[in-house]
């Protein structure tokens, strides 16, 4: 039999993790699957995938965002090229939704038995990979800094209600973006470098620009407005996605260096990336044997 090892977040989808469990490992097996299940835990998850995923033939993630970048940052750094297979089970999902996949996890299951993995592009931040968005400023510590218990009652709007308590509170920055030939300077409330085709559950990129295997990563800033009552119309740009909005800059890019005037908070796929005043950034290019 061919092995799988079955990552899975038991708290995620107000704790359909752990309740799909059986009905997933019964799929798998029914496929010609042996599955060892590795529920996650804050920082093993990524280590053990990183030291046994050249044991097993498929690996497949069950969770959330963080979920998703544990394991396929262990499935990187071992260098096993084993597929990866997701089921996303979180609160937003925005890479799940950019392949179209959904939280049924009997017909997802299903699908990655019978559906070939292709490579996709990750991005690295530094010493750290992801693998569809990573992002400083406005919203970027709502998903980590949201107490699950929050995200379980009221989902998505958990991560709305974050942002705008910080859009209230936001104090000015200046970044300095230094990309592939290119410099851009400027207060921004948002700095964001993604492979997605929505951002936060929010915001979203049009379809013929983004694509997951063509070496580029969208680089997307949000000018900080100068007067108060400006940010009425910004926010009605970024909830409309007004890519030609005055306040937004937008670009396809391959690497970048990142400066702010202060050490800024960085999510990568929505997990707590540290804060940092200088970033260095690039697209690793078809590393990630991904099944969408």
């Not at 970048?69 to 609160?91: D, H």
């Not at 009425?232 to 970048?256: G, P, Q, R, W």
């Amino acid at each position: 039999m061919k092995r799988l090892l079955l990552t899975v977040n038991p708290v995620a989808g107000k704790g359909r993790g752990k309740t799909k469990l059986f009905e997933a490992t019964d799929i798998f097996t029914k496929n010609g699957y042996r599955v060892t299940v590795l529920p996650t835990s804050p920082k093993g998850t990524e280590k053990v995938i990183q030291e046994e995923a050249e044991n097993f033939d498929l690996v497949v993630a069950i969770g959330g965002d963080g979920t998703l970048n544990s394991v396929a940052s262990g499935i990187i750094k071992s260098e096993s090229n084993v597929p990866m297979g997701y089921i996303p089970l979180g609160s937003t999902n925005d890479f799940g939704f950019s392949l179209g996949l959904t939280k049924n996890v009997a017909n997802e299951c299903q699908r990655i038995c019978e559906s070939d993995p292709r490579f996709i592009d990750v991005g690295r931040l530094d010493d750290r990979y992801f693998v569809y968005i990573a992002c400083a400023g406005l919203f970027a510590g709502a998903s980590y800094m949201t107490s699950q218990q929050l995200k379980n009652a009221i989902g998505h709007s958990a991560y709305v209600l974050k942002g705008f308590l910080e859009l209230a509170e936001f104090q000015r920055t200046n970044y300095r973006v230094e990309f592939d030939g290119e410099v851009t300077e400027d207060d921004y409330l948002y700095v964001g470098i993604s492979n997605t085709l929505r951002a936060g559950g929010i915001f979203n990129l049009p379809k013929d620009e983004v694509s997951f295997d063509d070496g580029f990563f969208e680089l997307t800033l949000i000018k900080n407005p100068s007067k108060i009552t400006d940010r009425v119309a910004l926010t009605n740009d970024f909830f409309n996605s007004n890519l030609n909005s005055k306040y937004f800059f937008h670009k396809k890019i391959e690497k970048a260096i990142i400066y702010s005037d202060t050490p800024k908070g960085w999510s990568l796929d929505g997990e707590n990336g540290g804060e940092r005043s200088k970033v260095s950034f690039e697209v690793v290019k078809r590393k990630l044997n991904f099944i969408y």
